[in-house]
């Protein structure tokens, strides 16, 4: 089995600013995180191929993540980011295809999490941007809080023909130990054929200075029943799990929470079909 890691981030802070980056939490990761500084630790663990995802709403940088796809071996596909409510998005999205590294786009994603409107999956402009994500081939990349859920699901439900990854299994509140109604959301957009999840981004949304996998598992176990291995696929966040764990710790602990027969799928398979790697 090659493993496949279906989510992590690289940026230079000389190149622009990663302006979510603020307070004194997240001030590890106010420094550069390179391909040459993964690729040692995802060779270390086994890790052969990766799914390189955006972190900022800029233009440039979906160029330059395609760029370094290109250029590093260990870069399978490119999450990349588009403005959704520009009116040219299908002509946007085939110029970025055809630029160097082009091919290497898989998907597109945009900081849901981070807009006020609960709605905004549901706006019409989004959705006309959405059925051209669809159109392009690609899928799109959901970075939402728990109380976006419900308007995912009505978006995958409205969009059939497009794949949507939900990252971070929705950001369940694990470090207070809630489950409702994060949960039932949850089952909702599984429920929906149309939708895969990333076994990611856990031990942050836990306490970073104190989680055990005995925290993360109620979360993994709700997530593995509702999507089932065949739509459940690992990844990383790295760096930003570096707050909390190592790569090495994160893969680890994946794995500990998922048996030897579901592996295949969640640390290879599943990824390299979605996103066609």
């Not at 979510?20 to 191929?49: C, H, K, M, Y």
């Not at 059939?160 to 470090?175: C, E, N, R, S």
């Not at 981004?201 to 925290?215: L, N, R, S």
């Given at each position: ?137 690609l899928v799109y990349d959901l970075v939402v809080l ?36 994060w949960a039932s959301d949850l089952r909702a957009l ?78 290879e398979t599943t990824a390299t079909r979605v996103y066609?790697?």
């Open positions: 089995m090659t493993i496949v890691d279906a989510h992590h981030h690289v940026w230079d802070l000389s190149v622009r600013d990663q302006d979510w980056i603020t307070g004194p939490g997240l001030q590890p990761l106010r420094r550069n995180f390179s391909v040459d500084d993964l690729a040692p630790e995802a060779g270390a663990a086994g890790v052969g191929r990766t799914v390189l995802v955006q972190t900022v709403t800029v233009a440039e940088e979906t160029p330059e993540f395609l760029a370094l796809a290109a250029e590093h071996e260990l870069i399978a596909g490119v999450v990349g980011w588009t403005d959704l409510t520009r009116p040219d998005v299908a002509e946007e999205l085939a110029r970025l295809r055809e630029l160097p590294g082009g091919r290497y786009l898989k998907g597109i994603r945009h900081q849901v999490q981070g807009e006020r409107d609960p709605q905004w999956l549901l706006r019409a402009d989004v959705r006309r941007a959405l059925a051209a994500v669809a159109d392009a081939g728990p109380h976006q859920l419900p308007a995912c699901a009505q978006a995958a439900a409205g969009l059939p023909g497009l794949t949507f990854v939900l990252d971070h299994l929705g950001k369940p509140p694990i470090a207070s130990g809630g489950r409702e109604p599984a429920a929906l054929p149309n939708t895969v999840c990333k076994l990611s981004g856990m031990v942050t949304e836990a306490d970073p200075a104190t989680w055990t996998p005995d925290d993360l598992r109620p979360y993994a176990e709700v997530a593995l029943d509702a999507f089932g291995p065949d739509r459940l696929m690992f990844g990383s966040d790295w760096p930003v799990c570096t707050l909390a764990a190592s790569y090495e710790q994160v893969l680890a602990v994946a794995q500990e929470l998922t048996a030897p027969a579901e592996r295949t799928q969640i640390f066609d790697l």
